[in-house]
């Protein structure tokens, strides 16, 4: 058992019986340990040294609620490291999410990957031919929002479906058309001569 092991335990042991002093020394203690888990995790994911300081004070947290569940008879630094890995992953995936949301353009900033206009006379039969082949609920969200300007949120309404789900479904949507209209484009007609 290495020091700090031994350390711990006892200051463990002691604040369980009472001594407030050794439950704060303990806790400044782990905090440091904490401190450079969780700055090391995170780092590898992008995140910086405000986003490790929350998942130590989760972490502290944590121990507090759970110290009851430490067992006296078993070492104390794997408890508390597996409960500092737990917090660190919860906190990751939080920050992960909470960075694509940021990250994500709304739909309004990509009217400019609808096509233009266009003088042809067959291009609206050509659209509608091409939004006949997308998936039913691509197409309701596409034609709600290009066709008949209606916002996210009456879109989501009209198809039942959730508004971060009607941004995804557009995006797929345009993407599927792009690629739907290459491949009725200029490289058909040239595989037909």
Not at 25 to 35: C, E, F, H, N, Y
Request: glycine fraction near 6%; charged fraction near 35%; proline fraction near 5%.
């Amino acid at each position: 058992m290495d020091d700090r092991e031994a350390r711990w335990s006892q200051a463990m042991q002691a604040a369980c019986a009472g001594d407030r002093a050794a439950y704060e020394a303990l806790l400044a203690d782990i905090a440091g340990m904490l401190r450079a888990h969780a700055r090391a995790r995170l780092a590898r994911s992008g995140f910086g040294p405000e986003e490790a300081e929350d998942v130590v004070q989760e972490t502290l947290i944590a121990l507090h609620a759970k110290r009851h569940t430490w067992d006296p008879e078993r070492p104390i630094l794997p408890w508390i490291q597996a409960i500092a890995r737990h917090k660190t992953v919860d906190a990751a995936r939080r920050l992960g999410r909470a960075r694509r949301r940021a990250d994500a353009r709304p739909v309004e900033d990509l009217a400019d990957l609808l096509p233009a206009r266009t003088e042809r006379p067959d291009a609206r039969r050509d659209a509608h031919a091409l939004l006949a082949r997308l998936p039913n609920r691509e197409r309701g969200v596409v034609e709600a929002l290009a066709i008949e300007g209606l916002s996210i949120a009456a879109t989501a309404s009209r198809v039942a479906i959730s508004e971060g789900a009607v941004r995804v479904a557009f995006h797929r949507g345009l993407a599927r058309l792009r690629r739907l209209a290459g491949e009725d484009g200029p490289g058909e007609r040239k595989a037909a001569r």
